[in-house]
């Protein structure tokens, strides 16, 4: 997990697995920076090779977590399983979805 602040959005990177084993300190960092950070959170999952229905909820959940704080989410994906499994869950129809940082920032201005 890497985290940037580029623009008053908060980036967080993930690669390997968002799943069971690794939500919970996802969704620990996360929230953390819902709330600290001025505009929001952009999630790039580009890097992510597998996506659970664990790691769906901890994206959901800090979702809410923004929206409670009046911040912004948006996540950035690849054309590959996890935009599959985001878009098979409905999740696209609830949080914006990018192809790059740099277009999800727009999303903020």
Do not use: P
């Not at 919970?24 to 996506?51: H, M, N, P, T």
């Not at 409670?68 to 129809?93: C, F, P, Q, T, Y």
């Amino acid at each position: 997990m890497r985290v940037i602040e580029l623009e008053g959005a908060t980036i967080i990177s993930l690669s390997g697995n968002l799943d069971i084993e690794t939500s919970g300190k996802f969704k620990e960092l996360a929230l953390k920076w819902c709330k600290k950070s001025q505009k929001g959170i952009v999630l790039d999952l580009r890097e992510v090779d597998y996506i659970d229905s664990i790691g769906l909820g901890s994206i959901i959940s800090v979702f809410n977590r923004c929206v409670s704080h009046k911040k912004k989410m948006a996540i950035v994906v690849g054309e590959d399983e996890v935009k599959r499994s985001i878009h098979m869950a409905k999740l696209d129809k609830l949080i914006d979805l990018y192809e790059s940082v740099s277009n999800a920032l727009e999303f903020f201005d």
